[in-house]
Every structure is written in C-alpha cells, then in structure tokens.
C-alpha cells in the first residue's frame, strides 16, 4: 500500500479574496507533501481568480479553473471533483485556515483504519478578524454521528477527508442542495458501504462570517423546503436516522 497516497483538495471559491491568500498559505505549508489543490472559481466579482491563477504559476501543485457563469456550491464541487486524481480527496473552505498537520494527521488515521471512508475532525470556530470565538464537540464515534448526521451538528463538512477506493467509482457527486444538505446527502450515502469517524482534534480554524459561501442558509427557504430536504437525505440511507435528528436544525431557524 502506498504509505504516500496523493490527496486531492477540493477548493470552490466564490468571491473569496479577503481571506484567500491566508487559506493558501496554510495549504502549502501542510507537513504532508503529496497533494494536489483542485481550485474551481465560481465567476467571482474580487480579485479570487488572480489570486488563484499567481498561486498556480508558483506552485504547481494547484490547478486552477473557472465557471463560465455562476453555477452555486455543487455544481462547483462536482467540477473540481471531476478533475481530482487523488485516491484521498481533502475538502476545504476558502475563508477557513488548515492546522499545519491536517492532511497528515488524517491520511495516518485512513491508512491505519481500513473500513473507513471518510475521517472529519472538531475545528476551532474564528470571527471574520481570525478570533477564536467557539470550539466544536463532535462525537468521535461511527454510531453517534450517524444517528445525529441528519442533525448537521456531528460533522463540519470542510474538516472532511474521504478514501475513494472504499466507494463506488461514481458515488462523490453533490446533489444539487443547499449548504449543508448537499454534504450532509452525500456523507449518508457513504456510510452505506463503510464508517463515517471524527478524530478527537481540531484540525481547522472555521470561519464564521456573512460572507461565507460555505453558510448561505438563507437559499434552504421556508420550515417546508427544509423537510422535503430531510426527507429527500433519509432515503438515501440504508440506516435510518431518528425522527428527532430533524428538530435541532429546525430549532436554529426559530
């Protein structure tokens, strides 16, 4: 087995110039070498492409690319997936920052533990000034974020690291959802065929801030839209989630 898998990142980006360089930064420092940055801009009104395209000329390991239009969340993901060569693919949020031994610490964990598919970890929530303002306790354990994923409090979807080669070959495609359910849909769907864990650290600094193209809740819409959405993820699922997954998030919206 190769003890030295390519990760393939996963960076969609949609006017994202404020912290952007600072999120590169914390990439190309990473302690594990063997990566790749798929960064798909989705037609951004700042200066995000240019920073991408600078960071592509001096540093090969990003490909970079951009929408003809602006497409939303999913269909950028399914993009940059598309083009991702990796065996272990790495999500990321643009605004967001990477401990230095994030990708390390999470390509050990799948390499040691061969039934499962996708690792994410607890994050340290920062404002838009970088301040730490919150910390995350996801449980660590398959069981408990199964039965609570439909909850969108066990997994923060950009800590994710997922093993393709557990998974059916056309099983990492995003369904054209709002944020989070078009994490939330595809994380069900993969633990039908192997485990879902967290590891115990954080591993990011998650930013929390209007402009986060990662939280545009607002799209979900009315209380209704948000239970056709549940529905629609249940069934994906050969294990079935409480009924009472639903009403943390429904309690947010009050």
């Known amino acids: 087995m190769n003890k030295k898998p390519l990760v393939s990142i996963i960076l969609p980006v949609c006017d994202a110039e404020k912290y952007l360089e600072e999120c590169i930064k914390t990439i190309k420092k990473q302690s594990y070498k063997n990566f790749e940055v798929i960064a798909v801009d989705d037609l951004s009104k700042d200066r995000s492409y240019a920073i991408l395209q600078k960071t592509r000329k001096r540093d090969k390991r990003f490909r970079v690319y951009k929408n003809r239009n602006r497409y939303g969340l999913s269909i950028t993901l399914n993009r940059a997936l598309k083009r991702a060569k990796g065996q272990y693919i790495a999500f990321m949020d643009p605004n967001s920052i990477n401990y230095y031994h994030r990708l ?14 996708a690792v994410g970890a607890q ?34 979807p950009e800590t994710v690291m997922v093993n393709k080669a557990l998974l059916p070959r056309d099983l990492l495609r995003f369904e054209n959802e709002p944020y989070p359910f078009l994490y939330t849909n595809l994380l069900m769907k993969i633990t039908n065929y192997a485990s879902v864990v967290n590891l115990t ?54």
């Open 104 to 117: 390390k610490s999470q390509v050990s964990h799948l390499l040691e533990n061969s039934k499962v598919a």
């Open 123 to 156: 994050c340290k929530f920062i404002d838009k000034n970088g301040k730490v303002i919150d910390k995350s306790y996801f449980p660590h354990e398959q069981e408990e974020i199964e039965k609570n994923l439909l909850s969108s409090g066990t997994v923060q």
């Open 201 to 254: 650290r954080p591993l990011i600094y998650f930013r929390l801030h209007h402009d986060n193209y990662h939280l545009d809740m607002a799209k979900i819409g009315k209380r209704f839209d948000f239970l056709k959405l549940w529905v629609k993820t249940r069934s994906n699922s050969d294990k079935k989630p409480p009924l009472r997954s639903i009403f943390t998030p429904l309690l947010k919206e009050i």
